[in-house]
């Protein structure tokens, strides 16, 4: 190493205070209204992949200018002029759209648009068949189709009602096992565009919920069909039904056995359904094939876990077409790993190794037999970039540095584009090949004035548990000019649950988090055991105990804060819906640590979630009368102290309000102080004037409570 004369380093050492003394300071109208900052600029976009070896990028060359379009040469690293129109179109592109009057409305290239239905009744969920030759959709609980070449509509089913939903799914199925991205569709096309699969839901044993809507002189109640753990599920069957209509063929399952349905996958052949079966006690996950035209199903994977498997994973499987296997991903073995199956069932291998977590798989190379995926490895709050041999061979991280990443993949597996940064570093975006070879630096988002301000330090630290077993993750943002000698109040943003993480370590810059900083307020986002950095291992730990371990584990990190200066009258929690939940639990079980919560959109007792969510983790109240108890912040509220502010949609068909209700009737009952907003008409969670107002009143909160000085007019939105 070269040594300098001591002379030049004090010399260096001066300019370098002196650059630090000369940042500026951001300004009120940047951190609170949007005024510019220049600290970072946008990055180039990506349009898509032409083919293999070609990208369509969209950039600027100055923030300010006008983007324009240009064609990366993968191979050489060089850009030619480009155009949109690039981007290969399907072949036969159809459009549907149904916003006018509820009905369907079919674009088929440059036609004139036209009306497909006219009924009073609405339509939902268009969907075309593969081979745009039919359009499928359900009306009043029925299900439907329409042949566009004869423009004939054809009723499939004929007993849809306000119980039984035929294609459209009951609530617990749209929110927690289907997702609310499928807008309560509950049937799937054929690959070969004859036949559609269905779930038939037979409600009419689940208990209704009225919501209660305070419009127009005499309201109204909306009933919702939603089970409470314990209470009867819908019973569901699954059809399939010819694309002209005909006889229904059901599936040989017995509806009135207490189960459940996961997102089914036809084989590309569309001789077989895969369906992912589940027991109501959900630790046994069960996938048939079953035979479209008999109904006859044949088991071909059975998976048992000690806790809990999940049902939710519409990735689960993956199809090879040039062999009769499928690749399958389960963390059966405490892990996010995937594994190689004959379509008999039959174990190949096992394909990837290691503390694998988020597993996503991007393409499966038939031809090479590879498959790339990202996942969390190197680092619980970093996702990389991987590829591996089907035969478990060569796993090989393909990302690079101390960075979180983001993958686009061209279409042939041959290269692929990152957006990477960490909690230092503004994104930066690159091209590299599946080798992992750099190509080109694309794009860099640190902006002009980068170095100019004064930011707030923002770092990942980990703390260890109680029991010494984890290193558990937080994500801090530091007072400006931070003196651990000074006592800070603290406000952690919160959400826990079972795999619910939230410290991720890539770059995030907000204006109103820097201002906070500016104000002296220490802020926290951090994660418990259970919380999908220690794999399912660690999530085992929640089975019929929630509550008990995040604070258990959050209770460490506060007291660890404490000795970084955290002021420990001055300790604020805040989240929304399980974040509400941990919220209200951190005020009562781990009242001697948190002092003030804002909690909104609250479970306040599991007996009040639904079936699915809650009994995965808890089991039904009948099984685990002990766990329910311990985990109700019911049970818990004589010891509250500090001050909570509760805040709930009247309206919120997820969460009911019902559980801020009882909450508050209880710590009337104990004569505690706390605070109380209803949002009317709001679901689990609101928009417009009512976003703001929320956002003021949790400011206003953290400004009496936390910092102790009046909050700028600034502030409000």
Not at 112 to 129: I, V
Not at 212 to 241: C, M
């Amino acid at each position: 190493m070269r040594k300098f004369p001591l002379f030049v380093v004090v010399a260096l050492q001066f300019l370098a205070i002196a650059a630090t003394a000369q940042k500026r300071e951001l300004s009120e109208d940047q951190l609170l209204k949007g005024a510019r900052t220049n600290i970072t600029q946008p990055l180039p976009q990506s349009l898509g992949w032409i083919d293999d070896t070609h990208l369509l990028i969209s950039k600027k060359s100055h923030p300010d200018s006008a983007s324009k379009i240009v064609v990366l040469d993968c191979k050489t690293g060089k850009e030619s002029p480009g155009n949109a129109d690039m981007i290969k179109k399907p072949a036969a592109p159809l459009k549907v759209v149904s916003a006018k009057y509820d009905d369907i409305y079919l674009k088929d290239g440059d036609k004139e648009e036209l009306r497909l239905t006219s009924t009073k009744e609405k339509e939902a969920n268009p969907t075309l068949s593969p081979d745009n030759n039919y359009i499928a959709f359900t009306r009043d609980n029925d299900l439907y189709t329409i042949n566009l070449n004869t423009k004939k509509e054809t009723r499939l089913t004929h007993d849809g009602s306000d119980v039984i939903l035929n294609g459209y799914a009951s609530w617990i199925y749209f929110e927690e096992i289907l997702g609310r991205a499928t807008r309560y569709k509950s049937f799937w096309w054929s690959p070969d565009s004859k036949k559609i699969a269905f779930m038939r839901m037979d409600q009419s044993a689940v208990p209704v919920f009225p919501l209660y809507a305070e419009t127009s002189q005499h309201g109204h109640l909306e009933n919702t069909r939603y089970p409470k753990p314990g209470d009867p599920n819908p019973e569901v069957k699954i059809g399939f039904a010819n694309a002209d209509g005909g006889n229904i063929v059901w599936s040989d399952f017995n509806e009135k056995d207490d189960q459940y349905f996961g997102m089914p996958v036809w084989k590309s052949d569309a001789t077989s359904l895969f369906v992912q079966w589940m027991n109501r006690g959900q630790d046994n996950l069960k996938i048939y094939a079953v035979d479209p035209a008999s109904g006859v199903k044949k088991e071909v994977y059975d998976e048992k876990q000690k806790t809990w498997v999940d049902l939710d994973e519409s990735s689960r499987i993956n199809f090879l077409t040039k062999s009769s296997s499928f690749i399958l991903k389960s963390d059966r073995e405490g892990w996010d790993n995937l594994y190689l199956y004959s379509n008999d069932g039959t174990l190949k291998n096992k394909i990837t190794s290691g503390r694998l977590w988020e597993t996503n798989v991007l393409k499966v190379d038939e031809v090479k037999k590879v498959i790339y995926f990202t996942a969390r490895l190197e680092n619980s709050a970093r996702t990389d970039f991987y590829k591996v041999n089907f035969d478990g061979k060569g796993q090989t991280r393909l990302s690079f540095g101390d960075f979180t990443h983001r993958i686009s993949l061209s279409p042939g597996g041959s290269y692929f584009t990152t957006v990477y940064s960490n909690v230092s570093t503004p994104d930066r975006y690159a091209l590299l090949d599946t080798k992992g070879k750099l190509i080109k630096e694309l794009g860099d988002s640190k902006g002009s004035a980068y170095t100019m301000y004064d930011l707030a330090k923002t770092e990942i630290v980990r703390v260890k548990s109680a029991d010494g077993l984890f290193e558990l993750p937080v994500r801090i943002i530091w007072p400006s000019n931070y003196n651990p000698a000074i006592k800070y109040p603290v406000m952690i943003n919160i959400y826990g649950g079972p795999n619910a993480g939230t410290v991720r370590d890539g770059w995030q810059f907000n204006p109103q988090q820097q201002w906070y900083a500016k104000e002296g307020l220490i802020q926290v986002t951090m994660d418990h055991r259970a919380s999908g950095h220690f794999g399912k291992e660690g999530i085992n730990y929640m089975h019929r105990n929630l509550g008990y371990w995040e604070m258990t584990d959050w209770i460490e990190i506060v007291k660890w804060l404490r000795t970084k200066g955290a002021d420990s009258t001055r300790v604020g929690i805040g989240g929304f819906s399980y974040g509400g939940y941990a919220t209200c639990y951190a005020l009562t079980y781990g009242a001697g640590y948190f002092t003030h919560g804002l909690a909104g959109g609250s479970v306040v007792d599991w007996s009040l979630y639904d079936t699915h969510y809650t009994e995965r983790f808890m089991d039904t109240p009948k099984e685990n009368p002990e766990g329910y108890k311990s985990s109700s912040v019911l049970t818990h509220t004589s010891k509250y102290q500090g001050l909570i502010r509760i805040y709930h949609g009247t309206m919120d068909d997820n969460v009911h309000m019902q559980n801020s209700l009882q909450l508050i009737k209880k710590l009337q009952d104990e004569k505690k102080h706390f605070e109380f907003m209803l949002y009317p008409g709001g679901r689990h969670g609101w928009g417009g004037n009512q976003q703001s107002h929320s956002s003021n009143e949790n400011n206003l909160f953290i400004y009496e409570n936390l910092l102790k000085k009046e909050m700028p007019v600034k502030m409000m939105r």
